[in-house]
């Protein structure tokens, strides 16, 4: 459903279950820099009204999923850590096409964020299938469900948006970058680390 070019290794949940404390506080400052992406979108693009809805309600789920994940760390003694730097979705960034016009450039924008929330998506099937912490498996199942609305979303606003710009042959693109960049990914305890 996601056309991801690789698959996750599924020996990553392991890594991930290894270091709850560092996974958990990767996930917080995942949510929330995708909670200020969805609101950056509605700042610069505010004339389009269906999506200013939709995406203050992603904005707003995304910090609901913030709090969430604070909840947990709280609930298990532990401390939310410093925001961890994100390389994968700083690679991501530099992926976007900048030099073309004000649609291509929000249209990529779209697209980025489908992405991320696509690969966050397969990264929470992976923990929700694979971690034996039942409370955190159903916690990422459900965020799973959330997240590949969240790719849904965004795809389908830059198939509608588009004026200039042929979304799926960009699409196709921005998935085959991926699949070659998350090849350097998947040893961490971060959500695309």
């Known amino acids: 459903m996601l056309g991801l070019k690789l698959l996750t290794d599924p020996r990553w949940a392991n ?19 995708a909670a200020s992406n969805a609101i950056s979108l509605i700042m610069y693009n505010s004339e389009h ?26 609930a298990r003694g532990y401390t939310l850590g410093k925001e961890r730097k994100d390389d994968y979705v700083g690679q991501l960034m ?5 030099d073309g016009s004000r649609n291509m450039a929000f249209i990529d924008r779209l697209l980025f ?16 299938q ?18 590949a609305n969240h790719y849904t979303t965004f795809l389908n606003f830059a198939r509608q948006f588009s004026t200039d710009v042929d979304v799926d042959k960009r699409w196709k ?11 350097s990914y998947g040893t961490k305890e971060a959500i695309h680390g």
């Open 15 to 33: 890594i991930a279950e290894g270091n709850l404390e560092e996974i958990l506080t990767d996930h917080a400052w995942c949510e929330q820099k």
């Open 49 to 74: 009204e269906e999506l200013v809805h939709e995406l203050t309600a992603i904005a707003i789920e995304e910090m609901q999923h913030f709090q969430m994940v604070i909840d947990i760390i709280k």
């Open 94 to 98: 530099k992926f976007n096409k900048k």
């Open 113 to 128: 964020a489908a992405m991320i929330e696509a690969r966050s998506c397969e990264r929470f099937r992976v923990l929700s």
């Open 130 to 147: 694979r971690i034996k912490d039942e409370e955190l498996a159903k916690f990422y199942h459900d965020l799973m469900v959330s997240e």
């Open 173 to 183: 693109e921005w998935l085959d970058f991926e699949g070659k960049l998350i090849q």
